[in-house]
T-cell receptor, first 118, second 119 residues
């Protein structure tokens, strides 16, 4: 079963406007972490923001905020005041307990390609 | 200097070659990962080393062989690869706390990747 679902293969936004990238997840664990990463065309994965499953407040990091709705199992990324440099691939990821070991694993969604238009 | 360094950045190899990808982290983390990223696919977790022990091997073909000599270094040895193995290979590290709830575990830090082309 798909653990992380990103339903928007591509999104377009006008510069200086806000955009929401969707992410839903599936887990039966009570303790887990949710992450968003940005991947520019150069390939590196850049960590943006983190939300723990027990955190009651939505995470914020500068222009990034995470709209965490635990009951709906969604963790949407909101980028405010979009900039041209925000054009990139965005991945939602979840850290949960590994089924095979005592450690944890980080699972990624398929990503959303964001294009910011001038 | 980035926290996680991968070499080489680009690699072209024939199907009969043997090569190795190297990953080094300077963050003091205890877990390291290999991911494969093919075009239009999500990142696929290949191998995980927690506390220097390989803890996951997600049905990866034996032509990929990981090695983790210490908590700072991770290798991926390649031999007799197929053209479909061409992809971006990403290394990552994180601090994994066995004694804490999962949500306390930190984010993974990634290297810049090795873009592999098998011809």
């Amino acid at each position: 079963a798909q653990k992380i679902t990103q339903t928007q293969p591509g999104m377009f936004v006008q510069e200086k406007e806000a955009v929401t990238l969707d992410c839903t997840y599936d887990t039966s664990d009570q303790s887990y972490g949710l992450f968003w990463y940005k991947q520019p065309s150069s390939g590196e994965m850049i960590f943006l923001i983190y939300q723990g499953s027990y955190d009651e407040q939505n995470a914020t990091e500068g222009r990034y905020s995470l709209n965490f709705q635990k009951a709906r199992k969604s963790a949407n990324l909101v980028i405010s005041a979009s900039q041209l440099g925000d054009s990139a691939m965005y991945f939602c990821a979840m850290r949960e307990k590994s089924e095979e070991t005592s450690g944890s694993r980080l699972t990624f969604g398929e990503g959303t390609q964001l294009t910011v238009n001038p | 200097e980035t926290g996680v360094t991968q070499t080489p950045r680009h690699l072209v190899m024939g199907m009969t070659n043997k090569k190795s990808l190297k990953c080094e982290q300077h963050l003091g983390h205890n877990a390291m990962y290999w991911y494969k990223q093919s075009a239009k696919k999500p990142l696929e977790l290949m191998f995980v080393y927690n506390f220097k022990e390989q803890t996951e091997n997600n049905s990866v073909p034996s032509r990929f062989s990981p090695e983790c000599p210490n908590s700072s270094h991770l290798f991926l040895h390649l031999h007799t690869l197929q053209p479909e193995d061409s992809a971006l290979y990403l290394c990552a590290s994180s601090q994994d706390y066995k004694s804490l709830p999962i949500q306390e575990n930190t984010e993974a830090f990634f290297g810049q990747g090795t873009r592999l082309t098998v011809v």
